[in-house]
C-alpha cells in the first residue's frame, strides 16, 4: 500500500525526484536539515556583551572613586581642611575615560550604564585623629597610608633579614619508628610524606587524612632486610624511587604496589659497562627533573646508572667515575642538575664529577680535592637557579661551588659533625638560606638545624631538634615547611600557621578518633529465606538492643574460665602448653624409663594378660591353645664350641 500524500512531508517538494519517489515509496532522503535564527543568535550574544562591559565599567569606576577618595582625605589632613568634597571625586575624570565611555555608549544596545553614584555627605578628617573618619563608612579594601607604610617596612624588614621566612613557630612530630629514619620524600603537591630507615621500614603519611593522632596509613617492607637509602616522588608525583642496601632499586606506586624492579648485574664481568645493572650495594638515586620515566642510582660497583621506568632488563646509560690515576673510585651521592642537563656524583676520593647527561665518557667539571680523601660525600644538591651547588662531605664540611669557575669553593664552613652517610643538606625556596643537620653521639647533647645565608654564609639561625643526631631535610617549595629525619626514629615538620601551607596544618587541627569498642557479644545474622516461620530467626533491627540482649543472656554472656594453672583437674588440661598433644609429649613421649630389651618389655604384661584376659583371648578362652613362649639360650662361655656358622663375626 503507497502511503498517502499527506505522509510525504515537504521533502518531495523540496526538491526529491517525482519519478523515484513514485518508484520507491517514499519522499526523501531523511529528516529535513534544522534551521538556525541568526538574527536571534546575533541579538543575544550582542545583550550578552553589553551586559558584561557594563559590568567592566562600573567596576572601574568604582576603584577611581576609592583612589580620588583617598587622595583628597589625605590632601585635607595635611592641608588642615576638615571637609572634603564628595561631588569633586564624583565630577573628577580624566577626559580619555570620557572620551572611551562615549564610544563604549555608542556601541552598546539596550538600556545606557547607570551613572556614577555619588558618595552621599562629607568625609571629614580629623586633625587630632587621622585614623578616625567622621561621616560615611570607608569604601572596601581602603587602607590608611599609615597602615601600608607599616605594611612595606615589614616587607623590607623580612626581605633584609632572611630569618623572619623560616617556618619554625610550630612543629608536630610523627613516630616512624625506634631506629635511624634515613630517608625523607615528598610528592610534588605536598599531601604525602613517605618515610624509610634502618629498620627495612617504608612507612606513608597523608597529611590530609591523618588527626591529631598523627599515625601513618601506610607501612610496608619492600626491600625485605635492607635498610632503606633513599626515597624520591618523581616530578609527577605518581611513583616513589626506593634505593636500599641492596643492587636492586625499587619503583612504587603512590599505594606502595611495585611498579619495577631495576634487574641485577653479572658481578662476573669485569667492565662494568657491560653488565646489564649494578652489581653492589647502592648508595643513593633521583629522579630526573624533567623527564618523569627516568632516574639516577650510583652504587658501590663505581657506576652511576641512569634508568627508564619502562624498561627494567637494563639501564639507560652508564658513568664511570674515574680518580687521578685514571682508577675505578665509587661514588656515594649523585643528583641532577635543576634543568636535567647535568649530572654530578660525589666520590669517595673526596672528587665531584660533573658529567652532560648525553655524553658519558669525559666529565664537564670536575674538582678532585672538593673533600677529604677517603671520606664520604653525602650529599650534592643544585640550588633553584641552577648556578650554585651544595656538597655536604664527610669531613664534616658544608661547601657551594659555582659550576662555572668549579677550582675552588666560593663558600666553606667546618665543624659540622655527621655520622651517617646519607645526612644531606637543601636550600630554601627563595635560595637565600642553605640548611643542613648535625650529627652528635649518645648522651652528647642535641641535634642541630642549623641555617647559613647563601651569600655571606653567615649562621643566622639554628633549630635544637632532639637529642639525637639529625640525618635528613628536606624544605618543601610549595607548602614552605621543613621536615627533618633524626636518629632516633622521629620525623619532625616545623611550620608556621601564616607563612606556611596546608601539610601539617591540615592534620593538627583534626580531633583524635575514639576508638571502636571491640564488639564481642555480636554474632553474625545468617539469612535462611526458605525456612520455616518456625525456625525462622527474627531480623535484627538494631545492633544495640541485640547487644542488651546478649548481656541478658546467661550463656552468651559467661565469663571465659581462666586457664588452669599446675596439673589439671576436672578433666580439663593443665598448663603444659594449652593443648592435648603437649601435654602427651611431656607425660608419656618423654618417660625417662629405658627399655633396652623390647621382649622383655612385651613379656612383663604377659602374666596379667593371661590371668585377667580382657581384649582378643575372651572370645577363643575355649579354643585357645596353650601358648608357649620361646626360651632364651644361655650363652656358653667357651665358643669354641659352637658351629662355624654360629660364631660372631668381627
Not at 319 to 345: E, H, M, N, W
Not at 347 to 374: E, M, P, Y
Not at 507 to 534: F, G, N, S, W
Amino acid at each position: 500500500m503507497e502511503p498517502a500524500a499527506a505522509d510525504w512531508g515537504p521533502e518531495l517538494a523540496a526538491g526529491a525526484d517525482p519519478e523515484l519517489a513514485a518508484t520507491m515509496g517514499f519522499s526523501g532522503f531523511g529528516k529535513k536539515a534544522r534551521t538556525f535564527d541568526l538574527e536571534a543568535l546575533f541579538a543575544q550574544t550582542r545583550r550578552t556583551a553589553a551586559e558584561r562591559s557594563r559590568k567592566v565599567l562600573e567596576a572601574r569606576e568604582r576603584e577611581e572613586e576609592e583612589k580620588e577618595f583617598k587622595g583628597q582625605c589625605d590632601d585635607s589632613a595635611a592641608s588642615g581642611s576638615n571637609v572634603v568634597s564628595a561631588g569633586s571625586a564624583v565630577t573628577s575624570r580624566d577626559t580619555d575615560s570620557n572620551e572611551s565611555e562615549a564610544s563604549s555608549d555608542e556601541d552598546l544596545i539596550g538600556p545606557p550604564a547607570p551613572s556614577q553614584t555619588a558618595i552621599q555627605g562629607p568625609a571629614v578628617c580629623s586633625d587630632d585623629d587621622e585614623d578616625e573618619l567622621i561621616g560615611p563608612p570607608l569604601p572596601p579594601g581602603y587602607k590608611n597610608s599609615d597602615d601600608e607604610e607599616d605594611d612595606d617596612d615589614d616587607v623590607q624588614e623580612e626581605d633584609n633579614n632572611p630569618v623572619k621566612k623560616i617556618p619554625d613557630s610550630h612543629e608536630i612530630t610523627l613516630q616512624h619508628g625506634t631506629k635511624t629514619v634515613s630517608a625523607l620524600g615528598l610528592d610534588p603537591s605536598g599531601a604525602r610524606l613517605v618515610t624509610g630507615g634502618y629498620d627495612y621500614d617504608v612507612k606513608f603519611w597523608d597529611f590530609a587524612g591523618m588527626d591529631a593522632s598523627l599515625q601513618a596509613f601506610r607501612s610496608l617492607q619492600p626491600c625485605e632486610c635492607h635498610q632503606i637509602k633513599s626515597l624520591q616522588y618523581s616530578s609527577t608525583g605518581d611513583v616513589i624511587l626506593v634505593v636500599s642496601g641492596n643492587s636492586q632499586a625499587k619503583v612504587l606506586d603512590r599505594d606502595g604496589f611495585p611498579v619495577m624492579e631495576c634487574v641485577k648485574g653479572d658481578q662476573y664481568i669485569v667492565d662494568m659497562a657491560n653488565t646489564k645493572g649494578h652489581t653492589a650495594m647502592l648508595n643513593t638515586g633521583c629522579w630526573h627533573p624533567k623527564i618523569k620515566e627516568e632516574f639516577l642510582t650510583c652504587s658501590n660497583d663505581g657506576t652511576v646508572r641512569t634508568w627508564d621506568v619502562n624498561n627494567e632488563k637494563k639501564h639507560k646509560g652508564v658513568f664511570k667515575p674515574r680518580s687521578v690515576q685514571g682508577k675505578r673510585v665509587i661514588p656515594t651521592t649523585c643528583t641532577y642538575s635543576r634543568d636535567g642537563k647535568l649530572i654530578a656524583a660525589g666520590c669517595q676520593d673526596g672528587s665531584i664529577q660533573i658529567w652532560d647527561r648525553n655524553l658519558n665518557v669525559h666529565t664537564k667539571f670536575h674538582c678532585r680535592q672538593a673533600h677529604a680523601s677517603g671520606t664520604e660525600t653525602s650529599c650534592l644538591t643544585f640550588s633553584y637557579d641552577g648556578i650554585a651547588l651544595a656538597s655536604r662531605g664527610g669531613d664534616d664540611t658544608l661547601k657551594t661551588w659555582d659550576i662555572r669557575q668549579f677550582k675552588k669553593p666560593l663558600h666553606s664552613v667546618d665543624g659540622l659533625p655527621t655520622f651517617f652517610p646519607m645526612a644531606d643538606c637543601c636550600f630554601s625556596p627563595d635560595d637565600k638560606i642553605l640548611v643542613t643537620g648535625t650529627s652528635v653521639k649518645k648522651g652528647g647533647g642535641n641535634g642541630k638545624l642549623i641555617f647559613f645565608e647563601r651569600e655571606t654564609f653567615q649562621k643566622v639561625y639554628e633549630i635544637d631538634v632532639t637529642d639525637a643526631s639529625v640525618v635528613r631535610c628536606l624544605w618543601h617549595p610549595k607548602l614552605n615547611q621543613i621536615m627533618v629525619g633524626t636518629g632516633n626514629g622521629l620525623a619532625k615538620v616545623y611550620y608556621d600557621p601564616i607563612k606556611s601551607q596546608r601539610g601539617a596544618k591540615l592534620c593538627v587541627v583534626k580531633t583524635k578518633r575514639k576508638a571502636r569498642q571491640a564488639e564481642t557479644l555480636t554474632q553474625d545474622y545468617i539469612i535462611t529465606p526458605h525456612a520455616l516461620p518456625m525456625f525462622r530467626e527474627p531480623r535484627q533491627r538494631s545492633t544495640r538492643k541485640q547487644l542488651e540482649k546478649d548481656r541478658l543472656d546467661p550463656v552468651k554472656s559467661h565469663k571465659p574460665e581462666p586457664p588452669v594453672a599446675g596439673p589439671g583437674r576436672g578433666g580439663r588440661v593443665g598448663t603444659h602448653g594449652g593443648t592435648l598433644s603437649s601435654y602427651i609429649v611431656k607425660n608419656i613421649a618423654l618417660d625417662k624409663t629405658d627399655d633396652s630389651n623390647p621382649r622383655e618389655a612385651i613379656l612383663r604384661h604377659a602374666k596379667e594378660a593371661e590371668e585377667n584376659p580382657y581384649w582378643v583371648a575372651p572370645a577363643y578362652s575355649k579354643t585357645q591353645p596353650k601358648t608357649v613362649f620361646a626360651e632364651v639360650e644361655q650363652e656358653e662361655d667357651e665358643t669354641d664350641n659352637k658351629p662355624e656358622w654360629k660364631k660372631r663375626k668381627i
